[in-house]
Structure formats: structure tokens, C-alpha cells
């Protein structure tokens, strides 16, 4: 029954930074990993970042360099740090959680917006 709640987004200009939340209603420290999709307008759902308990983390290639991903197991909180965006990388931004086998938990979105 875990939810998770994406905040953080905004419009913002290309080359700006935004750090987006994803705030989970119980401890992340038992979630093996952790994810951020992004689906933009007349795209499929796209993986973002994804980190592991252990703290080993993996980025798309066009994030690269640019995007952090992390948690706060205290504050029950995941996070993307944005930093030299671009308008590509407009779109909702979703967290993703494997609660159970084969089954996972997605937040509702938050909306970025980067102009150019």
C-alpha cells in the first residue's frame, strides 16, 4: 500500500537547474531500487536514473553527466538533481518503486518544463 507523491517541477530555462522529490509514505530502505521515468508529449515512458540500495546508480545516455539521483532514507525521500537542462528534457517526470515482485509502485508525475 506504499504511495509516492513526485514533486518539484516547474518551468524553467534552458541551462537552469530544478531538483525534483519523490517523497514515499514509508521507508525506501527496503526497496531494492529506485527509479525516475519521464514520458514527453507523444513518447513512451523513458527510464531517467535509477539507484540501489547499495548506492550504485545508473542514467540514461542523455542525462548523462547532468542529472544526480539520490535518497534520504531518513526523510523517506528520493531525489533528481537537474542541472544544464534542455528543452528535451521537458516532460512529466515519474517516481517508480518495485513494492513487490514482478509488480511496481509509480507516483502521480510532476511537470517539467525547459525552455529554450
Known amino acids: 500500500q506504499v504511495q509516492l507523491v513526485e514533486s518539484g517541477g516547474g518551468l524553467v530555462q534552458a541551462g537552469g537547474s530544478l531538483r525534483l522529490s519523490c517523497a514515499a509514505s514509508?521507508?525506501?530502505?527496503?526497496?531494492?531500487?529506485m527509479g525516475w521515468y519521464r514520458q514527453a508529449p507523444g513518447k513512451r515512458r523513458e527510464l531517467v536514473a535509477r539507484?540501489?540500495?547499495?548506492?550504485?546508480?545508473n542514467y540514461a545516455a542523455s542525462v548523462k553527466g547532468r542529472f544526480t539521483i539520490s535518497g534520504d532514507n531518513a526523510k523517506n525521500t528520493m531525489y533528481l538533481q537537474m542541472d544544464s537542462l534542455k528543452p528535451e528534457d521537458t516532460a512529466v517526470y515519474y517516481c517508480?518503486?518495485?513494492?513487490?515482485?514482478?509488480?511496481?509502485?509509480w507516483g502521480k508525475g510532476t511537470s517539467v518544463t525547459v525552455s529554450s
Open positions: 517508480n518503486a518495485p513494492v513487490a515482485y514482478d509488480m511496481d509502485v
Open positions: 514509508g521507508s525506501i530502505a527496503r526497496f531494492n531500487y
Open positions: 539507484i540501489n540500495n547499495g548506492g550504485s546508480t
